[in-house]
């Protein structure tokens, strides 16, 4: 939920200018990434050349780290070298780590919508077919081989459901309380009222608004 | 009373700490599974009846249509049940994959079922083919860091290693510091615990 990137706002003052700034390093992307995933119910868009960066360059810091403990180099300046390695390293794992686990929950959902399909990486994708058929396979033979024949689907009660009811989704409209970084000026909630973001303010409402500052 | 059972059956599940399972109940869900089976025959008796009565499945509303509806309902909610109690245990064992190597401790293995323990595998391997795909370890680093280094106490004999920064001798009941990503892997498979404090 930051909002650091926000072009084509009005009114940057020297503190919008200071924070754009500091969230383009690869690093605040990264954490801003991660924690947007970390907080939204349903899976985001893959942050592949994003990821790829990052890897690199923690492969490049890390050389460099060798390199300073073949010289020598102060054990100080190793060790924070190594820190800020470790702590982008967990980003990272742990960006993918939460990927996965929404993908293991709400598999078949994904995979019957194209749009949030299309938003895994090719190796997610892969991992979303494989699960989806050790899934499937386990739930056929734990329960649905053994029901009567118009209920074995595991995507609806029985044959004469018509729509998929028997999937897990993301709740997307439950209520998240959210800050507004600066000030964004009045947006339209719901049908009924206009929010008003007031930087520092605090706001209760539906998920919609986090896609809006995010 | 109809779904009583699978009622017992969920409440069980959700009776069990969060993440821990109890022993798969084979008994209550076959007995389960019978009573779907039993639903079934008396559903399909009454609509063969009211066809023979050359009712209207769709527009007569007697007691027999309503008869039907309620065993279909049951039947769904069976399934319902049913589907839950596997499901919900399917994800703690989704979540084992991601702290326990390929090979189940033997008091978590006695509780799964033979489908549940197949389960446990193939997932496993899901997990580790994507771990490979990407050339990363996911199942390290699950808290966030705090310092390079941590103290450890080693629980079990491991011997001498080589780690990434050093080669140890890691006796039983020694005390030292470590990278904490060569710690991770031994705390995980429970040769080693970590000191705070």
Known sequence: MESGSDKGTGGSSAMDDYETLISTTDADLLKRSWRNEKASPEILQFESSLVQRSREQIQLMEETVEEFMNNGEDPLTVSLYQMDIDRTMFLLRSYLRIRLQKIEKFMFHIQKTAELWTRLSRQEQKFAKRSIEDTKQHLDESVLSKLPDRYKSHLKQSVISEEDDMVMEPKLDAFVICRSRKFLGGLPVDDRKSARHVRGGYLCTSLQVDKTTS | ?197
């Open chain 2, 1 to 197: 009373m109809y779904g009583r059972k699978a009622y017992q059956l969920v409440k069980e599940f959700t009776n069990s700490e969060s993440g821990q399972l109890t022993g798969f109940n084979d008994d209550l869900f076959a007995q389960v599974i019978e009573d779907c089976k039993e639903h079934v025959l008396k559903l399909q008796s009454l609509l063969r009846k009211m066809q023979e009565e050359g009712s209207d499945n769709q527009t007569t509303k007697n007691a027999d249509h309503f008869g039907a509806l309620m065993h279909h309902l049951a039947l769904v909610r069976n399934k319902r049940c049913l589907m839950a109690y596997v499901y919900n245990r399917a994800e703690v064992v989704q979540n084992l994959g991601w702290t326990i190597d390929l090979v189940l401790p033997l008091e978590i293995e006695e509780k799964l079922s033979i489908s549940e323990k197949e389960y446990f595998k193939s997932h496993s391997k899901t997990l580790k083919s994507y771990m490979s795909d990407l050339d990363i370890d996911l199942a390290v680093d699950m808290v966030p860091p705090k310092d390079p280094y941590i103290k450890v106490r080693v629980l079990e004999e491991i011997g001498n290693v080589v780690l990434s920064d050093q080669s140890a001798n890691l006796t039983r009941y020694a005390i030292l510091f470590l990278r904490r990503t060569d710690a991770e892997q031994y705390i995980s498979q429970g040769k080693m615990e970590e000191l705070t404090g």
